[in-house]
Every structure is written in structure tokens, then in C-alpha cells.
């Protein structure tokens, strides 16, 4: 089994900043794609920006130019920084990874429990 654990949400200011953290830790064999998700209260839950093994990145349109998100392999982390925060981006984030437990173990999806962002003046 592995484990996801978000870090850094908060309280910020409209055009402040915030940046989450993400670490995957249990057994793991290799991790494929991590990333960040995100849902606003009476609204389904949407990805915001993903990265797989090889570096390939995606980002939803409404956060391109704003949000960056990393990954280090070597600490099974995944980080997204967020700039010009609006008070659109308010949601509760959620890590999100495929991780490989064994060397014969399938690919399996994982979550965290959530950190909430909150953009309000």
C-alpha cells in the first residue's frame, strides 16, 4: 500500500501565493503520473495540472501562465506553486498518483485527503 499526503493550503490574499506539496511514501516501486486535482464546493472535482515519469506536463487552461508544478523522484514529491491566486481558484486540492507497489504489482491510483485553498480578501 502507499500513502499521499498534501501540505500548504491556506488563507491567502487575491494575487498572493501558495505553494502544496505532495508526498507519496509506503511501499512503492515506481510512481508513473502525479498531480493535482482540485473541487470547489457544488462543482465535480477537475484536474488542475499533471506530470508524468518521463516530464511531460499538463495544465488546465485556467491556471496556464499562473501554476507550475515539479516533481522529485528522489523524495516521491510532487509540488505545485501557485501564483495570482483568484478567488476562483478556491477549492480543496487533492494530490493524485499512480503508483506501482512491486515489481509485479499493477498500476494502481491513489489519493490524498485534501488541503484547502482559499483566495479571499
Known amino acids: 500500500q502507499a500513502q499521499l499526503v498534501e501540505s500548504g493550503g491556506g488563507l491567502v490574499q487575491p494575487g498572493g501565493s501558495l505553494r502544496l506539496s505532495c508526498v507519496a511514501s509506503g511501499s512503492i516501486f515506481s510512481i508513473h503520473v502525479m498531480g493535482w486535482f482540485r473541487q470547489a464546493p457544488g462543482k465535480q472535482r477537475e484536474l488542475v495540472a499533471s506530470i508524468i515519469s518521463g516530464g511531460r506536463i499538463n495544465y488546465a487552461d485556467s491556471v496556464k501562465g499562473r501554476f507550475t508544478i515539479s516533481r522529485d523522484n528522489a523524495k516521491n514529491t510532487v509540488y505545485l506553486q501557485m501564483n495570482s491566486l483568484k478567488p476562483e481558484d478556491t477549492a480543496v486540492y487533492y494530490c493524485?498518483?499512480?503508483?506501482?507497489?512491486?515489481?509485479?504489482?499493477?498500476?494502481?491510483?491513489?489519493w490524498g485527503q485534501g488541503t484547502q485553498v482559499t483566495v479571499s480578501s
Open positions: 493524485n498518483a499512480f503508483i506501482q507497489t512491486g515489481i509485479t504489482a499493477r498500476m494502481t491510483m491513489y
